[in-house]
């Protein structure tokens, strides 16, 4: 079983694009804070309405939770020689953890399981 869940700040705005059979996709990045204190970064790649809620709700900053499914990449970064590697993760499940407003400070999530319809 291939399954991550990750809880995080968005990195930047996402960016959707849509495919001529008219299913979408959103691109953003998560910090996650390791034990160390440091942030990890997942790219997330979403579809669907999954996709559309992404684009419409995150925004740089929002904390969000995501379960879905890891994919690394590794390579060797040929200017330093260091090897990288980079977590992509495919979004099956999204929540959205900000409060609706600004000047509300509650603790409310919002849960958007995609795998059944509106």
Same mark, same amino acid.
């Given at each position: 079983?291939?399954?991550? $869940?990750? %809880?995080?700040?968005?990195? &930047?705005?996402? /960016?959707?694009?849509? #495919?001529?059979?008219?299913? %979408? *996709? %959103? &691109? #953003? ?10 942030? @990890?970064?997942?790219? *997330? /790649? +979403?579809?669907? =309405?999954? +996709?559309?809620?992404? +684009? ?8 969000? +939770?995501?379960?879905?499914?890891? !994919?690394?990449? $590794?390579? /060797?970064? &040929? ?5 990288? !590697? %980079? ?5 099956? $499940?999204?929540?959205?953890? @900000?409060? =609706?407003? @600004?000047? $509300? ?8 399981? #995609?795998? /059944?319809? #509106?």
């Amino acid at each position: 079983m291939n399954t991550i $869940q990750i %809880a995080g700040n968005v990195g &930047k705005e996402p /960016e959707i694009q849509y #495919f001529e059979s008219g299913q %979408a *996709c %959103a &691109k #953003f990045s998560v910090a996650v804070r390791n034990y160390k204190g440091e942030s @990890d970064w997942f790219d *997330c /790649e +979403a579809w669907g =309405k999954t +996709a559309q809620i992404a +684009a419409d709700y995150l925004h740089k900053g929002s904390r969000v +939770a995501i379960s879905g499914s890891v !994919k690394i990449d $590794q390579w /060797e970064d &040929k200017s330093s020689g260091q090897k990288r !590697k %980079a977590w992509k993760v495919n979004v099956n $499940q999204l929540t959205l953890m @900000d409060s =609706k407003s @600004d000047s $509300q400070q509650s603790s409310r999530s919002t849960t958007a399981d #995609f795998d /059944e319809p #509106f």
